[in-house]
């Protein structure tokens, strides 16, 4: 039942949230779990929170932008444009 009730709560508390705030938390979740398993310290579980919830945060800004692109130049700089027809 107590799990139930974490879930629940859990899941009350993104509700509110965009979905860059959904990715960042997601990762960073899941990035310390990860890192607090494979390094089994806390140092560990901080580096891997720490990537997940940058990476989780790149990813949902990225579902906020309909019709958003992202494409590197030839020099290798990221930008965002219009995605291809039928995309």
Not at 10 to 24: D, F, H, I, R
Not at 33 to 62: D, K, Q
């Amino acid at each position: 039942m107590k799990k139930a009730l974490v879930l629940l709560l859990a899941s009350l508390t993104l509700a509110s949230c965009t979905q860059t705030e959904k990715g960042a938390g997601i990762g960073a979740a899941s990035g310390a779990v990860i890192g607090g398993l494979v390094s089994g310290n806390v140092r560990g579980a901080a580096v891997g929170a720490a990537i997940g919830g940058v990476s989780g945060a790149l990813i949902g800004s990225v579902s906020e932008q309909p019709g958003q692109c992202y494409y590197r130049d030839r020099y290798g700089r990221r930008y965002i444009d219009d995605c291809p027809r039928r995309y």
